[in-house]
C-alpha cells in the first residue's frame, strides 16, 4: 500500500496538469 502511494499521486497530479493545460490552451 505504501508503494502505491507515490503512483497514485503521481498519476493524479498528471491528471491535474493535463487538465490544467487543456483549460489554458482552451480559454487563450
Not at 1 to 28: F, Q, T
Request: with cysteine; glycine share 10%; charged share 20%.
Amino acid at each position: 500500500m505504501a508503494e502505491e502511494l507515490p503512483i497514485l499521486k503521481g498519476i493524479l497530479k498528471g491528471v491535474v496538469s493535463y487538465h490544467n493545460a487543456r483549460r489554458c490552451h482552451v480559454l487563450g
